[in-house]
């Protein structure tokens, strides 16, 4: 149920951003307003589901792939794109959920933008493996960087509501605690 609920609030938060990413995504004042802003919230969504697997890494990969799917639905990507790379980045946060600990602010930032940078390298390798159409080196590399940026400015706040939901599905005080503060179950 946990893991259900927080697919449905990384699927709200992909409609929202959706819609103000279409007004908002050019900035025109940075690379000439040629390159989106565009936050990864599934990658983000499928790294915390996979830190925060507790039995089994299966539900987790799951409702990733679902919310993957569906940004991939939302934002216009080639079908299964982000689907595939949610599910890697659910399962590379599973594999490290025991040796990293995601709390504070700089250290949180800095796993958005991690995760931001490693979804958008993995999408164009994904593109280029598939014969996609690629813009050009330069186009390619801003898309990476501002894709790391955006999520990680978006990063902590996705982080926070879905530690939330974590602490609300709690079974005790001491999981509850733990889940607002970030630490592994």
């Known amino acids: 149920m946990r893991t259900a609920t927080c697919a449905l609030v990384a699927y709200a938060i992909l409609l929202v951003l959706g819609s103000l990413w279409m007004t908002l995504g050019r900035l025109p004042w940075i690379f000439g307003g040629l390159v989106e802003w565009k936050p990864e919230v599934a990658a983000i969504a499928a790294a915390y589901l996979g830190l925060t697997a507790r039995r089994s890494v299966a539900g987790a990969v799951g409702a990733s792939i679902v919310v993957g799917y569906l940004s991939d639905l939302i934002g216009g990507a080639p079908v299964g794109l982000y689907a595939l790379i949610s599910g890697v980045v659910c399962i590379l946060g599973h594999l490290v959920h025991r040796r990293i600990l995601v709390r504070g602010w700089g250290v949180t930032v800095g796993f958005s933008f991690f995760v931001g940078l490693a979804t958008a390298v993995m999408a164009v390798m994904l593109r280029a493996l598939f014969a996609q159409p690629l813009g050009g080196v330069g186009t390619e590399l801003a898309r990476m960087l501002t894709s790391g940026l955006a999520t990680a400015a978006i990063g902590p706040l ?17 999981e509850r605690d733990a889940a607002l503060e970030g630490l592994a179950p």
């Open 158 to 174: 996705v982080l926070r509501l879905l530690r939330r939901i974590d602490a609300a599905f709690a079974r005790t005080h001491r």
